[in-house]
DNA sequence: GTCTATAAGGTGATAGAC
DNA sequence: GTCTATCACCTTATAGAC
């Protein structure tokens, strides 16, 4: 689809996703990003619909992201190596992403399920936690396999106190997160 | 303080915790808690000053039961009983808050943040977490420490699809946060 | 302690000029 | 592709009666 006009959307969706996290969707105004912009809230209905659409297409390119590591993961044998490589590859996928995109997404739950394609990304999440964990699963272990991903989408502000540059926030989550998913030997105490 | 009138303001805190934990802070509104209440927006006015007054309320009480386990942790050796110690009465205060209150604080951050007593409460547990690790941690372990009191006020919405009762999801994220903060044997591979 | 009525302001969204 | 001007709506909050 040939949109190569000025870019002018894509600034609309860094400027959107940046203050989305940090204020929130619904305390972040039309008005407030057009305003960063220098622009008014009029262009910004030129190039989105409605409000909810920025949001939205932000969603959707996450939820293709998600995707494509489901399609290659459900191919693959249900090994621990398996699990950790679609750790690896999730968090790829959320170091690619914008900054903001992935915080905004883990503190605004509660917005994101009105949303029209939360719905979408909720079911993807559940489906890579379910390729986190063995069909019979106990309680605990659903729930850590639920957890798993969390470090790595939420290492960057979980540490934002810590004295360490961006990359060593990465690798903590990462291998927070490979630890959640990997066999454990018999617990000490 | 004398305040056994008609419980009218325990009511409104009830509901309040409920819909800002189900829709979000700013999405509900004083028309909506009042509905609920069968009383009209003004009579809310009565009980508290503002729409961030009740919230406020809110989490004083929680404060109040983040200080009493710091004051207890701080006279214990840091030990890994201690640190378990401090995780089980986490999990017991989690328990005891009203339904969504922990929901809340968790899956609304972002807005929490604006709020005064946001600060507060992200100070509290940031000295909880910092309880749960040694001070010569590293990034991982760090990152461990913060995401370690999760489970415990997550298990109850992280675990909602899964067939269990609330006892069951709650010994779930007990099991799992006492594993993160419990000292671990070498890792297999 | 709760009501009716209303004020003041911000919001998402649209029409139509350029 | 961006502007000005405007709309209808909903919000938090207040004044004053009962």
Not at 133 to 152: E, F, G, I, K, N
């Amino acid at each position: 689809m040939g949109e190569r006009r000025s870019g002018t959307r894509e600034r609309i969706q860094a400027v959107a996703v940046e203050l989305f996290a940090e204020h929130g969707y619904d305390k972040t105004s039309l008005r407030e990003i057009a305003e960063r912009l220098d622009v008014t809230k009029a262009a910004l209905y030129y190039h989105f619909n409605t409000k909810e659409d920025i949001v939205v297409s932000l969603f959707d390119d996450l939820i293709a992201g998600l995707d494509e590591i489901i399609d290659w993961a459900k191919d693959q044998p249900p090994t621990p190596e398996t699990r950790q490589e679609i750790v690896r590859r999730y968090a790829r996928l959320a170091r690619e992403r914008p900054k903001g995109m992935m915080r905004f997404i883990q503190e605004s739950k509660t917005t994101m399920q009105e949303l029209a394609p939360g719905e979408k990304l909720h079911g993807r999440f559940n489906t890579l936690s379910a390729m986190l964990r063995s069909p019979d699963a106990s309680l605990t272990d659903q729930l850590r396999s639920r957890l798993a991903l969390v470090p790595v989408s939420a290492s960057a502000f979980m540490l934002q106190d810590a004295d360490a540059t961006d990359d060593e926030r990465y690798e903590a989550g990462l291998e927070l997160a490979l630890e959640l998913v990997s066999p454990r030997p018999a617990a000490a105490d």
